[in-house]
């Protein structure tokens, strides 16, 4: 391990966690990532051989069959991992979001329910709040859930679901007008339910069809997938917490701690790529030394690492800050803001180091030329980090008087 993106103060099983999940990646992503990646391939060995260790469990209590770990802990891993293949990090975090909001939110029998399944990796979660005419703007969702008798019957097509293939829990939000007045402001009019399905494509329970993987320019193996609902049933019992309304906070609290996910992505996929510039940078040759020996890459390398230290310290930040009790959103999007811009940056002048075998499929900088973009859009676009960023600000240094 090199000497950035270091973490101080964990305690000795972080440490012996981290070096476990560190060790999985160097042994058994690195050296496959590439070659699935461009198959587009689902890694299924990956994914057991992260259910072995734990990680699909890594914040749930202990008492439901988890690990326990705080955010820091598992931001820390996801960092690792996303430094092996950021696909890999996506199919856990959606997992983790699921399983967060119903730790923090769920009923007593929902979480007795789902979290010792979802612990062992048997139940897999995804989350459903974007649409097709709509990404950031949340307010304005037209998925409707209305009630009939025990049941409420969802209508609506939900988009960009990481994971709505392969999972069999999705939390999708959806409007609902009982109980709401006309006027009522739009975010107090959703609900989160849980709706539980077959694993795979095309009607996977009455009324819940995924059509297929959406075909994207990087972010491959793991499947991104529309929903549509047409007279889907789900019992009352499944609407997260028991009450209607919520959903909106229940979502904003797991796109919170998303957030901070994102960014460690962004980290790990940036130490990646410094990794691969500053090893190529020594071995290739021009002008009779290694190119490492000129001036201008040098300042590359320095700005590259640089970049990288700060994305991880203000991670770690937020991390904490949210394992602490206190709310996090400002250090959240900074955090995820700074390490989506850095990380395309880093990415970028690896490429540049890498010089044409940059353009080369053979070499792994091409296929981290492809991810980085992703984490500019991902659980809010830069410009809605921006947003929150400044609204926050302006709240906290607010003229008095």
């Known amino acids: ?190 609900t989160t339910f849980l709706v539980e399905k077959e694993p795979g494509f095309g009607e996977v329970r009455p009324g819940l069809t995924i059509p297929g993987k959406i075909d994207k320019m990087g972010y491959k193996g793991v499947d991104t997938t529309e929903l549509i609902m047409d007279g889907l049933r789900v019992p009352a019992d499944r609407v997260l917490g028991g009450e209607t309304g919520r959903g909106f906070y229940h979502m904003m609290d797991g796109v919170e701690v998303g957030r901070v996910n994102v960014a460690a992505r962004g980290c790990g996929v940036a130490q990646r790529a410094f990794e691969l510039g500053v090893s190529y940078a020594q071995q290739r040759q021009t002008f009779g030394k290694p190119i490492a020996q000129h001036q201008a890459i040098q300042f590359k390398l320095a700005e590259m690492a640089t970049k990288v230290e700060a994305a991880h310290a203000l991670m770690v930040g937020a991390a904490r800050k949210k394992d602490s009790g206190q709310r996090n959103d400002l250090e959240a999007g900074m955090a995820k803001y700074l390490a989506s811009e850095y990380c395309k940056e880093v990415v970028e002048d690896a490429f540049r180091i890498h010089g044409g075998y940059g353009f080369s499929k053979e070499y792994e900088i091409e296929r981290l030329y492809r991810e980085a973009p992703m984490l500019l859009i991902g659980e809010g676009t830069a410009e809605i980090q921006k947003m929150i960023i400044g609204r926050r600000l302006l709240e906290e240094y607010r003229l008095q008087g």
């Open 1 to 190: 391990m090199g000497r950035l993106a270091r973490t101080e103060g964990l305690t000795d099983i972080q440490e012996e966690i981290l070096a476990t999940v560190r060790g999985f990646v160097d042994k058994e992503i690195i050296p496959v990532a590439t070659e699935l990646e461009h198959k587009d391939e689902y890694p299924t060995e990956i994914v057991e051989g992260l259910k072995e260790l734990g990680i699909f469990g890594l914040m749930i209590p202990e008492e439901y069959g988890g690990l326990g770990e705080s955010l820091l802990t598992y931001a820390l891993c996801v960092e690792e991992i996303a430094r092996g293949w950021m696909s890999v990090s996506g199919i856990i975090n959606t997992h983790f979001i699921v399983a967060y909001m119903l730790k923090q939110h769920g009923t007593q029998e929902q979480k007795d329910h789902f979290l010792p399944r979802m612990a062992t990796g048997e139940v897999r979660g995804a989350f459903s709040m974007s649409e097709p005419a709509l990404g950031s703007d949340v307010s304005a969702i037209s998925s409707k859930g209305v009630r009939d008798g025990n049941e409420y019957v969802l209508t609506g097509q939900k988009m960009w679901l990481t994971n709505g293939g392969s999972s069999n829990l999705v939390a999708v939000l959806c409007r609902t007008d009982e109980g709401h007045p006309e006027g009522t402001a739009p975010h107090k009019s959703m």
